[in-house]
């Protein structure tokens, strides 16, 4: 098994900036099966949606058109390890934000079906 610990999140107003931080642990050769990592979100009363994912060889980054230009995704220098900086926050990305990581081939494309293991989950609140 591989577990996924999110930190970070909290409140902020609008127009302000968060970080997100996820490590992986597990059995070394489970970690090393792992090809993404990356994020959804669950706002109020909504299904999960993708946020960003990054390949595990650091090499191909996604994001959703509702992100893009606004959140960043990177990895530390311990590949089990991302970070998610979002800036710009508006009411639309209230959400409980989950880590992600899956075990296929790179795709263009987050969904929740491809997501071998999932974090608990922190909130993110951005207040008008």
């Known amino acids: 098994q591989v577990q996924l610990v999110e930190s970070g999140g909290g409140s902020v107003q609008a127009g302000g900036s968060l970080s997100l931080s996820c490590t992986a642990s597990?059995?070394?050769?489970?970690?090393?099966?792992?090809?993404?990592m990356g994020w959804f979100r669950r706002p109020p009363g909504k299904k999960h949606e993708g946020v960003a994912k990054?390949?595990?060889?650091?090499?191909?980054?996604f994001y959703v058109g509702s992100v893009a230009g606004r959140f960043t995704i990177a990895q530390g220098n311990a590949k089990n390890t991302i970070y998610l900086q979002m800036n710009n926050l508006t009411h639309l990305d209230n959400a409980k934000y989950y880590c992600?990581?899956?075990?296929?081939?790179?795709?263009?494309?987050?969904?929740?079906?491809?997501?071998?293991?999932w974090g608990q989950g922190t909130q993110v609140t951005v207040s008008l």
């Open positions: 990054i390949s595990t060889d650091g090499e191909n980054r």
């Open positions: 597990g059995e070394p050769d489970r970690l090393s099966r792992l090809n993404w």
């Open positions: 992600a990581a899956g075990v296929q081939d790179w795709y263009e494309g987050l969904r929740t079906d491809r997501v071998n293991f």
